[in-house]
């Protein structure tokens, strides 16, 4: 990376959580922010295992914590990250702190954003609708000397809470390890159409068991592998289409599997309710996956038309049509395939993210310089 003459001391406040591998997942961004030169990166990360606290202690942590942050995610574990924070900038001179999962870890940095020297950022994951649902005052971002979203559309509604402080800046995905198969690996969708499915949030599967349903009636040869959680398998949706020979089911994979599924898949079909950032769609892409899904929320952001295709959720023949010509068009489905890794390789390397997120860390201490 190039060797910014800038020095930004920054603390990361981070997340690592156990349904996403050692290559998938925003938290993959810290390693490449340390790598840029003149960066100097404290870590805080969020210990989500309360077997270290007593009962009683947790007990009153946790009733602590429901005080500070309505948040449904924030917690006793959410809350002692941000102490640690708190002490760091007491001991350090440090110019930023960032809440890599702003939705997770912001509470008592909020109530003390005016006492504090530090620049706060975050980013926010969840989209406008979970916001309205779920956070009782969206309004606690205006605390924030700027955010960083992954998707326009969480722009456009955060603008009202803190204008001209919001960033787009897209999520990445690791390039390097999410690729297509070699000339002679794992590829066999020319002998077999596999479509592949992967994930449970905001996924629609009344549409998903639907579509599959249409396509099987027409071509009883095409596979659908539907990557699920253990714990999200037991839906009756999934049920429903159990019973299809064509349905190979997956949970609990390593990283390796994983990236082997999409390597080996023909295109991914994901119905959404509504997403940002999406893991399956930056991976596949990756991967040098056609794609076809919904029109919603972030999806443009992160795909175009030269190798998704995009649909109503109402659009159920559209779907269905789309999985089955796609199925018998070997030249399209390369033609695709190229171009899905083309823009991954261009727009979703962490390198980059990590560099325009860099130059927003060093916009901050200008202002903050300029400001003091």
């Not at 930004?8 to 996403?20: A, G, H, N, S, Y």
């Not at 002998?191 to 396509?215: S, T």
């Not at 068009?329 to 560099?355: G, M």
Request: hydrophobic content about 40%; glycine content about 4%; some cysteine.
């Amino acid at each position: 990376m190039e060797d910014y003459k800038h020095s930004t001391d920054v603390i990361l406040l981070r997340e690592k959580f156990p349904w996403m591998g050692e290559h998938s997942g925003y938290d993959i961004l810290c390693q490449y922010i340390k790598n840029i030169g003149q960066v100097n990166v404290r870590d805080v990360l969020v210990a989500r295992n309360n077997n270290f606290l007593k009962r009683r202690t947790h007990f009153i942590l946790s009733w602590c914590s429901s005080r500070i942050n309505k948040l449904p995610y924030y917690d006793c574990n959410s809350m002692l990250a941000e102490v640690d924070v708190l002490f760091t900038l007491l001991l350090h001179s440090v110019h930023l702190v960032h809440i890599m999962y702003l939705e997770m870890d912001y509470g008592i940095l909020a109530h003390l954003k005016k006492r504090l020297s530090a620049q706060i950022i975050g980013t926010s994951h969840q989209p406008p609708g979970w916001w309205r649902m779920a956070h009782r005052n969206p309004n606690v971002v205006s605390s924030l000397s700027a955010l960083i979203v992954v998707s326009t559309a969480q722009k456009r509604f955060f603008e009202g809470y803190l204008p001209g402080r919001v960033y787009f800046i897209r999520h990445g995905v690791d390039i390097n390890f999410f690729e297509p198969a070699a000339p002679d690996g794992n590829d066999v969708s020319a002998n077999e159409p596999h479509c592949i499915f992967c994930g449970h949030w905001l996924r629609d599967i009344q549409k998903l068991a639907i579509v599959i349903d249409k396509v099987l009636e027409k071509n009883r040869c095409i596979i659908f592998d539907l990557i699920v959680p253990q714990d999200r398998i037991n839906d009756t949706h999934f049920y429903r289409i159990a019973h299809y020979e064509q349905i190979r089911w997956h949970s609990d994979i390593s990283d390796a599997t994983l990236r082997d599924l999409y390597q080996q898949a023909t295109l991914l079909f994901l119905p959404l309710i509504d997403c940002t950032a999406n893991n399956a769609l930056l991976e596949a892409s990756a991967c040098g996956l056609p794609i076809i899904t919904t029109s919603v929320g972030g999806v443009s952001d992160y795909t175009d038309i030269s190798f998704a295709e995009y649909y109503s959720l109402e659009d159920i023949d559209g779907m269905r049509d789309a999985i089955l010509n796609l199925a018998d068009d070997t030249t399209e489905q390369q033609k695709r395939k190229r171009a899905a890794r083309n823009y991954a390789l261009e727009n979703l390397d962490w390198r980059r993210i990590a560099l325009e997120t860099f130059e927003l860390y060093k916009a901050l201490q200008e202002k903050n310089k300029c400001e003091v």
